[in-house]
């Protein structure tokens, strides 16, 4: 497929171009066909949320970046949306944290696998856990292919960041004691609710974000580390992150009225 131009001042050109990396992940086998589909449910969400990372989510970012600074053995589990989406940002998060990269697949195939493994070393990864060619262990907890993890990776650690997960595996990872950080647009998804911390958030502006707290927190003391994390309160995050999207509703209802009469007089908007 030929790859479309975006003009530089078509008002939805960042959704376009994120569009457009899903669609090559996919044509290139990193995305699985179902993961097209989760991306427009989490552009939706994105939409409700305004398409910026609020307040809140940039809260829980940084009590997510404390999590992963202060754990003993943190991981990151890479699918095949996150995979196409932000490639370098996760290797760079991965560095920084000293949390590994680990390939964790609900629609798992062969080619799959080696699609995201190949991506992940071109965006500067130096190694990558939960491959066919490495141990692997059984997340009893759990009957999906996601049940099979690396000893060294998913299996043996203590805080794991899963973005876009589906819910059985956050349940699973919670049942066997693991310390859970998503990052979901949907504040209402069971994997929203049942991770310990919740950024609502895209991870095209997220993973960058944390990226960069990562690098001003890196040298924190444990102690101030593990205080930004007590001090989390997932319920009351996602609580209000509900209530950003009824609020954003509720303006949005309101503007309609300022945005037709706008579009009459020649001036577009988003
Ligand atoms: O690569 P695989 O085989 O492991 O499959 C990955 C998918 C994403 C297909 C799989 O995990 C899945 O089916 O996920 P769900 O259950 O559809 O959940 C995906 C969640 O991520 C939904 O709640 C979406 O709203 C949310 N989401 C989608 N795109 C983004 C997102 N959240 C943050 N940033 C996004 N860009």
Do not use: W
Not at 77 to 99: K, R, T, Y
Not at 184 to 200: E, F, G, K, Q
Not at 218 to 242: C, G, Q, R
């Amino acid at each position: 497929m030929t790859k479309i131009e975006i003009p530089p001042d078509h008002p939805r050109r960042v959704s376009l171009e994120t569009r457009e990396a899903i669609i090559e992940g996919h044509e290139s086998h990193i995305v699985a066909t179902a993961g097209l589909l989760a991306h427009g449910r989490g552009e939706a969400f994105d939409y409700l949320i305004g398409e910026r990372t609020t307040e809140l989510a940039a809260t829980a970012a940084r009590a997510a970046v404390a999590a992963l600074l202060s754990a003993k053995h943190p991981v990151i589990s890479v699918n095949g949306n996150a995979c196409s989406l932000v490639p370098e940002a996760l290797v760079e998060l991965s560095e920084i944290c000293g949390a590994p990269l680990e390939i964790n697949l609900f629609y798992y195939m062969k080619e799959r696998e080696d699609a995201i493994k190949a991506a992940l070393f071109a965006a500067g990864a130096k190694e990558v856990l939960g491959t066919k060619d490495r141990p692997s262990t059984i997340i009893p907890e759990l009957s999906s292919n996601r049940r099979k993890v690396d000893p060294d990776g998913i299996g043996s650690a203590d805080v794991i960041l899963v973005p876009l997960e589906d819910g059985d595996r956050t349940e699973a990872l919670k049942a066997i004691g693991k310390f859970v950080i998503t990052i979901d647009l949907n504040p209402m998804s069971r994997t929203a609710v049942y991770s310990d911390i919740t950024v609502v958030d895209n991870i095209v502006r997220v993973i960058p974000l944390m990226v960069e707290l990562a690098r001003e927190m890196k040298d924190f003391p444990k102690d101030t580390l593990h205080e930004i994390v007590k001090n989390f309160d997932n319920t009351e995050n996602l609580d209000n992150s509900v209530r950003i999207i009824m609020d954003h509703l509720a303006a949005s209802a309101i503007d309609i009225s300022e945005r037709r009469r706008k579009f009459e007089t020649g001036v577009r908007d988003q």
